[in-house]
């Protein structure tokens, strides 16, 4: 216990240093970016700040794993050269470009001016969560099993397919902990009393509830399910706390989410070497890509998009103690859950909301240990994607309106800091939307939003976006490339824009939306949400074409026309990347596979008397593909023999048969196998080799974590943009002219018809 109050004192001392360090430099540049200078000095001042920001970025990638407290004070160094010029850009801009031309431009001026503060905001705060991330190590666990708390593991369900199901529940009940100390319970919601007598889906329903009764008994878990459908996720969660579990812990998992086996090794530990934490969020790592990275083709190649948040902002969120619950792959502590009642359900982001009222109302601790420990899916469609980003915003700004930050009691500053810059970002579509039409208010209808001169443009502003472009390249740029998050406000801001404004009118109407998973895409096609973003190209296509017009009618205008041409510019290039992302590509894989080829798994084929030594390239539940130094027969029975690490390498005998062989160019050859399993054991070994082994997702995450420099990231977008509009374009080409094709025969056919008959 006093190891424990040494720990918090320390703790305390730390933040507030801290503290006061991040006041006075804050304070201390405001005064420097107030200090007025002639053009040529800031010009020079700014090239000397941009070199040293260039300077770092180059050796960040080198020293941020070997040296952490040089990183600490390169990272701090880093952030106030690029903060000190950014605010020289705004006191800049707001005393020297905003003046009063008649009324019309003075409000398109400060609405322009509005969402570069919002945007100044984000970066400020942004930069200060994410000073010092931190790495955790987990705690040893006592070696007495009796001395382990007990865990109930809750998988909530609802129209998830039952196959899918089957995974995340064998994944979960060999979970590497004593058997005695953990139950598996399935929340079904799907299967609930009130769906069974709903006579448009009672067969449908009676059919689930009876699918899934026997899976669990199958697989030992237990199915729960509940009267009616109240409340969404948080209603069937606490229903289930309620009325059947009495551990000490929960581990919550989406049905999706399949955990590793050491999952509970690496979390409990925390909990209890801390009696006031409430959570440990791990993060959500997806094997397969959202719509962006699969129609774009991205990836294997560029870091995911949940990995910035995943693996960065959480880190430095975990610095301050404002860590939040994400809904799944997160285990809290069931007594503190009870001081409000159970899992929140005021917001549609009950995970959000639940942390900020443990944290805010009665002061208890959260933890991030980055080790991704479960594997996802992400949503197949733009539409579904769409579904999910916009119930996740619509669920923070709840969150901001009904259960502010600032009015909550037990938050320190840092800590509302934190929960500010977690909610007040999902408001970007605003700021986003301004960005698309203000070169036009100037550029189409002639109106005065920003008075500037070219040379003001290269000493102010020019360095204010590199600053910021360079900083959120060493902040992130392992997990996020330059423009990226740009491109992926773009995507999501037409169609959030008008669920924000709804929710802000009537912040308790917003419902829980079900995010679609396992989709299968049998044939290309336009998404359904795509005529925005031809609407956007076209618009700011003809903003360049007016910029063009004006720079020759009227050159002394340079500054404004650089500046409005250079944003219609960026936005045809986002709305063209956009449109690729519109054509929405086959995807008839339901079983995706995950990298496997530093898995530490020998693997061998046998069928009979043959033998053939196997080395994985990729894994699935459905099959494998492997290298191997002869060939097989094409439709070969047998089966693989292979050690599984998740198990402690126990070897497995998995019923296999060849699908696929095919010469390699280095003399290899590539093998693929469909797995037959006969038995659920051998259908829990499948499971535990693609899904057990937390080293095999670190790995495969890593592998695509890299740092790209600026121009190579603008050059990347650029590429993407034109490559993939153009293919959607062809595709819409192809489509109409089939359409004309098949209308031009059918019309012959009736006029042959009517000849014949005449």
């Known amino acids: 216990m006093l190891h424990v109050t040494h720990r918090a004192r320390l703790w305390v001392q730390v ?59 390169l990272r701090l160094f880093a952030i106030a050269l690029a903060v000190f010029l950014s605010l020289r850009y705004f006191s800049w801009r707001i005393n020297y470009t905003i003046s009063y031309h008649d009324f019309f431009s003075f409000i398109g001026a400060l609405l322009l001016l509005a969402a570069e503060l919002y945007g100044l905001t984000i970066y400020l705060i942004g930069a200060f969560v994410n000073a010092y991330p931190i790495e955790r190590r987990p705690p040893p666990l006592p070696p007495d099993p009796e001395q382990l708390p007990t ?160 693996s960065v902002i959480q880190h430095g969120l975990d610095f301050w103690n404002a860590s939040f619950f994400c809904g799944s792959a997160a285990v809290l502590r069931r007594a503190h859950l009870d001081l409000i009642g159970g899992i929140a359900g005021e917001t549609i982001t009950e995970d959000a909301e639940t942390a900020m ?7 208890l601790n959260s933890v991030y240990y980055g080790k991704p420990m479960i594997a996802g899916l992400q949503p197949e469609t733009f539409s579904g994607f769409i579904v999910q980003r916009t119930r996740w915003a619509q669920g923070m700004v709840q969150i901001f309106i009904l259960k502010n ?23 970007f579509p605003f700021a986003r939307i301004i960005f698309y039409i203000a070169p036009s208010l100037y550029l189409l209808f002639g109106l005065r939003i920003v008075d ?95 910029g063009v017009i004006r720079l020759i009618l009227v050159p002394g205008d340079l500054g404004v026309i650089a500046l409005t041409m250079t944003l219609a510019a960026v936005n045809m290039i986002f709305s063209m990347a956009a449109i690729g992302i519109m054509l929405e590509k ?29 080395r994985f390239l990729d894994v699935s539940h459905g099959g494998a593909r492997f290298t191997a130094a002869q060939p097989l027969p094409r439709s070969a029975v047998g089966s693989i023999r292979a050690t599984i690490p998740a198990m402690d390498n126990t070897v497995a005998d998995l019923p296999s048969s060849v699908v696929r062989v095919r010469r390699m160019a280095n003399g290899l050859w590539e093998i693929g196998v469909r797995f037959a399993p006969q038995s659920i054991e051998e259908r829990r070994a499948i499971v535990a080799l693609v899904y057990g082994d937390s080293d095999l997702h670190a790995a495969n995450q890593r592998a695509r974590q890299r740092r790209i420099g600026l121009a190579e990231g603008f050059a990347f977008l650029l590429r993407l943009a034109v490559t993939h509009a153009a293919e959607n374009f062809q595709f819409l080409t192809r489509l109409a002219w089939q359409k004309i094709v098949s209308l031009t025969t059918t019309k012959w056919a009736r006029i042959s018809q009517r000849l014949s008959e005449g």
């Open 452 to 546: 500037t001169y070219f040379p003001d443009l290269l000493a102010y502003a020019l360095p204010h976006v590199l600053a910021a472009m360079m900083l959120s390249n060493i902040l992130y740029g392992r997990t996020r490339w330059p423009l990226i998050s740009e491109l992926y406000e773009t995507i999501q801001s037409m169609h959030a824009l008008p669920s924000i404004l709804a929710t802000i009118r009537h912040p308790r109407a917003p419902s829980f939306a079900v995010t679609p998973k396992g989709e299968r895409l049998d044939e290309d096609f336009i998404s359904q949400l795509a005529l925005p973003f031809y609407a956007i190209f076209v618009f700011n296509f003809v903003c360049v074409i007016a």
């Open 151 to 310: 865990v109930d593991i809750l998988i909530p369900s609802y129209n998830e397919d039952p196959e899918l199901l089957e995974i995340t529940l064998l994944a979960a009940t060999q979970i590497r902990y004593p058997k005695s100390r953990y139950k598996v319970y399935l929340c079904d919601d799907g299967g609930t009393v009130q769906r069974r007598q709903r006579r448009d889906i009672s067969a449908q329903a009676w059919e689930r509830h009876r699918t899934l009764k026997a899976l669990c008994e199958r697989v030992g878990a237990i199915y729960v399910t509940r009267e009616r459908n109240e409340h969404a996720k948080a209603g069937n969660l606490n229903q289930a706390l309620r009325d059947h579990c009495r551990g000490d812990l929960v581990l919550i998992l989406d049905a999706d989410h399949v955990p590793t086996v050491d999952i509970l090794e690496n979390t409990v530990g925390f909990f209890l070497q801390d009696p006031k934490l409430f959570l440990v969020q791990t993060p959500h790592y997806f094997i397969n890509p959202d719509p962006l990275e699969r129609n774009l083709r991205t990836y294997e190649d560029m870091p995911s998009e949940n990995e910035m948040f995943y």
């Open 357 to 363: 009222s443990l944290h805010g109302q009665h002061g």
């Open 15 to 73: 933040l507030t240093s801290r503290r006061a360090l991040w006041v006075g430099m804050l304070l201390g540049l405001i005064w420097l970016a107030s200090i007025p200078v002639e053009r040529t000095a800031q010009a020079v001042m700014a090239i000397a700040c941009l070199i040293v920001l260039g300077v770092i970025m180059r050796l960040f990638d080198r020293m941020e794993t070997q040296r952490r407290r040089e990183v600490t004070w």
């Open 405 to 427: 930050p600032w009015k909550q009691p037990k938050l320190t500053l840092p800590q509302r800091l934190a929960y500010t810059s977690s909610a007040f970002f999902w408001f």
């Open 586 to 614: 086959a995807q008839k894989r339901s079983a995706y596979r995950v990298p496997a080829e530093s898995l530490d798994a020998a693997a061998e084929w046998r069928s009979g008397t043959t033998v053939v030594r196997l």
